[in-house]
T-cell receptor
Framework: GENVEQHPSTLSVQEGDSAVIKCTYSDSASNYFPWYKQELGKRPQLIIDIRSNVGEKKDQRIAVTLNKTAKHFSLHITETQPEDSAVYFCAASKRNSGYSTLTFGKGTMLLVSP | DVKVTQSSRYLVKRTGEKVFLECVQDMDHENMFWYRQDPGLGLRLIYFSYDVKMKEKGDIPEGYSVSREKKERFSLILESASTNQTSMYLC?????????????FGPGTRLLVL
């Protein structure tokens, strides 16, 4: 089955710095890669996703890049703010007999200090 | 706005009890999922359902079963609760069987088995 590795497990930055979280996946058939943000005590929510036919996607201060050859994808957050503090999960998905499931990484706890 | 609700936010049960966790979504989604979330392990898929009365095992189904008698409701059952099933349980749903659709999560049920 699919295996998703996520690094680092914790990341501390100063407000205004950039943060990068990296994930690798094992199954070359995976073709959809979402990122979820989970604030303390809240449910995970999708913040950005990318499909395998695209190399990069940007939405304001967040961007995701995908390298299919190397089987890795990354989340980039620029100009970090204290409200960016949360746990971030990457995931990989592939279609399987008409349905798709997500395999998640173990998460990265991002702490943005004012 | 998609709404996924779970029957309890916190639950305390005794070892050996049969436990029911309920999840309801109000957006007519075909697919529903149960995950458990443990520190340092991320979200792991227990079971999922892509249609009424249909179920598929995820990555960690041992000790669990599920029921989906109606489209909007997906139940997770712990046949005989054990202490190693103490965890946060998250339900999710998504619209259909198409690739890449967003999963929407419920608020979670924190289960403590004594």
């Amino acid at each position: 089955g699919e295996n998703v590795e996520q690094h680092p497990s914790t990341l501390s930055v100063q407000e205004g710095d950039s943060a990068v979280i990296k994930c690798t996946y094992s199954d070359s058939a995976s073709n959809y890669f979402p990122w979820y943000k989970q604030e303390l005590g809240k449910r995970p929510q999708l913040i950005i996703d990318i499909r395998s036919n695209v190399g990069e996607k940007k939405d304001q201060r967040i961007a995701v890049t995908l390298n299919k050859t190397a089987k890795h994808f990354s989340l980039h957050i620029t100009e970090t703010q204290p409200e960016d503090s949360a746990v971030y999960f990457c995931a990989a998905s592939k279609r399987n007999s008409g349905y798709s499931t997500l395999t998640f990484g173990k998460g990265t706890m991002l702490l943005v200090s004012p | 706005d998609v709404k996924v609700t779970q029957s309890s936010r916190y639950l305390v049960k005794r070892t050996g009890e049969k436990v029911f966790l309920e999840c309801v979504q109000d957006m007519d989604h075909e697919n529903m999922f149960w995950y458990r979330q443990d520190p340092g392990l991320g979200l792991r898929l227990i079971y999922f359902s892509y249609d009424v009365k249909m179920k598929e095992k995820g990555d960690i189904p041992e000790g669990y079963s599920v029921s989906r008698e109606k489209k909007e409701r997906f139940s997770l059952i712990l046949e005989s609760a054990s202490t190693n099933q103490t965890s946060m349980y998250l339900c999710a749903s998504k619209p259909g069987q198409s690739w890449g659709e967003t999963q929407y999560f419920g608020p979670g049920t924190r289960l403590l088995v004594l």
